[in-house]
């Protein structure tokens, strides 16, 4: 079956580390993207690629980097500068072309920081 | 800027109630408008897409409106089932922003058995 599969689920981490939180879908999708959700706010997105070896920055990309060498993958790395990294990672991906295709959402990444 | 948002933030129905969820959106030149659904714990499933230029689309139990000219989208559950429980969020999508949806905060819907 095709899919986006987000690992790990849980991931622990001490302040002041960088982790890198994993995306991989296997739907031929040309778009990816990364959102973040807090308790009580809806999804803000982080960064976006349309094409390998291209990402754009989102609206909370600030300690936060990722790369797209692959078209199924696309890495979410969080750095020690993002302030506060606790949240819910989703990573999605979408067709390109007139806005007709649905986002796919994997099942996400819980990220702790302590 | 583009802004979404729903209202109640939480609904609690006995089992069986057609409800109405709401969604609300502020720049009306947008591109399409998908609803999603979010189990606790989970990732999101699309539950329907309405391009700009559609009145509605039909899932199932599920009918999603849209009317842009008010900035307005709602999704109706008929005959709901505990099942249905979970978090709806609409999400619109403005020209010349492929893929880059503008999220609502979502509507957290208990049906009661």
């Known amino acids: 079956d095709g899919g986006i599969t987000q690992s790990p689920k849980y991931l622990f981490r001490k302040e002041g580390q960088n982790v890198t939180l994993s995306c991989e879908q296997n739907l031929n999708h040309d778009a990816m993207y990364w959102y973040r959700q807090d308790p009580g706010q809806g999804l803000r997105l982080i960064y976006y690629?349309?094409?390998?070896?291209?990402?754009q920055k989102g609206d909370i990309a600030e300690g936060y980097s990722v790369s797209r060498e692959k078209k199924e993958s696309f890495p979410l790395t969080v750095t020690s500068a993002q302030k506060n990294p606790t949240a819910f990672y989703l990573c999605?991906?979408?067709?390109?072309?007139?806005?007709?295709?649905?986002?796919?959402f994997g099942n996400g990444t819980r990220l702790t920081v302590t | 800027k583009q802004e979404v948002t729903q209202i109640p933030a939480a609904l609690s129905v006995p089992e069986g109630e057609n409800l109405v969820l709401n969604c609300s959106f502020t720049d009306s030149a947008i591109y399409n408008l998908q609803w999603f659904r979010q189990d606790p714990g989970k990732g999101l499933t699309s539950l329907l897409l309405i391009q700009s230029s559609q009145r509605e689309q039909t899932s199932g139990r599920l009918n999603a409106s849209l009317d842009k000219s008010s900035g307005r989208s709602t999704l109706y559950i008929a005959a709901s089932q505990p099942g249905d429980s979970a978090t709806y969020l609409c999400?619109?999508?403005?020209?010349?922003?492929?893929?880059?949806?503008?999220f609502g905060q979502g509507t957290t819907l208990q049906v009661k058995p």
């Open positions: 999400a619109v999508l403005n020209p010349g922003n492929t893929g880059k949806l503008i």
């Open positions: 690629s349309q094409i390998v070896n291209d990402f």
């Open positions: 999605a991906s979408s067709m390109l072309g007139q806005g007709a295709s649905p986002l796919h």
